[in-house]
């Protein structure tokens, strides 16, 4: 079976689609899981309420861009209006607009989990070849002279200067846009997983049909 995004469009002739497992949600923890589970064979079907916004869909717009991939259009707030809700509503989640930075989880920060909230099996050791996985299959690495802007360099020239210590920001530059507000979807589901399809601009709300998930035998 080969992995498929299905837009609206393509569903005006379906009716039935069978899985063994079904996924609420394409951001990073349904698309990780997803993948892992259809590499290890299983056919995995993602339900995504948001739309799918690959690169060439994207216009470099903020106002029309936020608006398609941000829950609520981006005007989301706390029941007093005192803090902004942003999230994601698209295939990739969140993901695709956190600016491509991507940080391991600080060791400070997994001992606060297992020391505070009593978390196991996420110490840095424990994890460690879980973060060389991703920063391999997205080709994550300190960002290069090319990518900087001349804030960038400025910055750059002046902490050397000052003789103060700084690094690049290790960054997924591969499939990144050099402006805009938004970069990529954090695994390409689309071309790396092997039994995997997503359902998008699909929920209760705007579609008028039924997905019939039955077991595989």
Known sequence: MQNTIFEYGDYENMHTATAQVCIIGSGCGGATLGKKLSDAGIDVLIVEQGGYYPSHKMDQNELNMAGKLFGD????ASHDGGNMLV???NVGGA???YWADSYRTPTEKLELWANKYGISNHSENDLQAAFSDIEKNLHIHEATDEYFNPINSLLKKTTEQLTWKGHRVPRLESTVRNQ???CKVVYTMRNRAKRLRIFQACSSKVVDYLLMLKPLN
């Open 180 to 182: 805009g507000i938004v």
């Open 95 to 97: 993901s695709v607009h």
């Open 87 to 89: 999230y994601g509503n």
């Open 73 to 76: 259009r981006g005007l989301g």
